[in-house]
């Protein structure tokens, strides 16, 4: 089973629609992020979160937010998509300590019409 | 602000050595970390470097020098699963920041 799952894997919405991706880890990690990634611009951090209480902007968070439910679960927020949100989006872990490793999850491939 | 440079892309040929390098400029600075991402696929990861120096891990190995703000992935014995994307990464202050990639080309 994957340590790091999201859902859904593919989406395809129109503009003005709200939209939530969800995240949810097994790895009992305290770290999690979210990013997107659009070709040419590598990965782009939008929020983090280090503990359940803890939620933190990225580079790109405007038209974003988050919601950590728990440990475990960190989703992610378009309340009104528009097409430049089109690409993937990734979620990650990491454990509070060591060389901040990160796992990533799967990928959501997001369609904004 | 915080920036980190490498090549867009590099190509190879299969059995020989390749060097990937970056450079970064950021506000703190904690570890350089590499992952590979292959088509359609997540990133992995592949090694951090907190401290200068040359860091193995099998035929991969990733190099640091802070004084230079610069690091570089060295992959050896090239094989054509290695075809894929590289990102560096560095850590500052209290976030992880990543380069565009490096796209590794590989030919028979």
């Known amino acids: 089973d994957a340590d790091v799952t999201q859902t859904p894997r593919n989406r395809i919405t129109k503009t003005g629609k709200r939209i939530m991706l969800e995240c949810s880890q097994t790895?009992?990690?305290?770290?999690m992020y979210w990013y997107r990634q659009d070709p040419g611009l590598g990965l782009r951090l939008i929020y983090y979160s280090f503990d359940v209480k803890d939620i933190n902007k990225g580079e790109i968070s405007d038209g974003y937010s988050v919601s950590r439910q728990a440990q475990a679960k960190f989703s992610l927020s378009l309340e009104s998509a528009i097409p430049n949100q089109t690409a993937l989006y990734f979620c990650a872990t990491s454990a509070l300590a060591g060389g901040d490793e990160q796992f990533f999850g799967p990928g959501t491939r997001l369609t904004v019409l | 602000g915080q920036s980190l440079e490498q090549p867009s892309e590099v190509t190879a040929v299969e059995g020989a050595i390749v060097q990937i390098n970056c450079t970064y400029q950021t506000s703190g600075f904690y570890g350089l970390s590499w992952y590979q991402q292959h088509d359609g696929g997540a990133p992995t990861f592949l090694s951090y470097?907190?401290?200068?120096g040359l860091e193995e891990t099998g035929r991969f190995s990733s190099f640091l020098s802070r004084s230079d703000s610069y690091g570089y992935l060295l992959l050896q014995e090239l094989q054509m699963k290695d075809s894929a994307s590289y990102f560096c990464?560095?850590?500052?202050?209290?976030?992880?920041?990543f380069g565009k990639g490096t796209r590794l080309h590989i030919l028979p």
């Open positions: 470097n907190a401290l200068d």
């Open positions: 790895k009992g990690h305290d770290r």
């Open positions: 990464a560095v850590k500052g202050d209290d976030k992880i920041i």
